[in-house]
């Protein structure tokens, strides 16, 4: 079992920056890719970016590309997502998820999300 709490959130301008983190409690941290997912008004969640175990690999969704930057210290058991050039349409409830599945949109365990709010 994995309890997940995101903190980070806010109200930020345009082009600004903002860096979200989860704290996961739970030995087995280190051995679960986590990931940042995100949900927009009236839209379905949608997958941001994904590191795997170790941090040695990581995968963003094209919309973020560039901008964004997820990494993860397995010694504190937390995983960031770096945010920067942000943009109105970055506005949502951002999810950390520990042991997420990209494609479909789903995962193991979900974070309670922080709201993440881009002003024009």
């Known amino acids: 079992q994995v309890r997940l709490v995101e903190s980070g959130g806010g109200l930020v301008q345009a082009g600004g920056s903002l860096r979200l983190s989860c704290g996961a409690s739970g030995r087995t941290f280190s051995i679960y890719a986590m990931g940042w997912f995100r949900q927009a008004p009236e839209k379905e969640r949608e997958f941001v970016a994904v590191?795997?175990?170790?941090?040695?690999?990581?995968y963003y969704t094209d919309s973020v590309k560039g901008r964004f930057t997820i990494s993860r210290d397995n010694a504190k058991n937390t995983v960031h997502l770096q945010m920067n050039s942000l943009k109105p349409e970055d506005t949502a409830v951002y999810y950390c998820a520990a042991n997420p599945f990209p494609r479909t949109g789903t995962s193991d365990y979900w974070g309670q999300g922080t709201q993440v709010t881009v002003s024009s």
């Open positions: 590191i795997n175990y170790s941090g040695g690999t990581t």
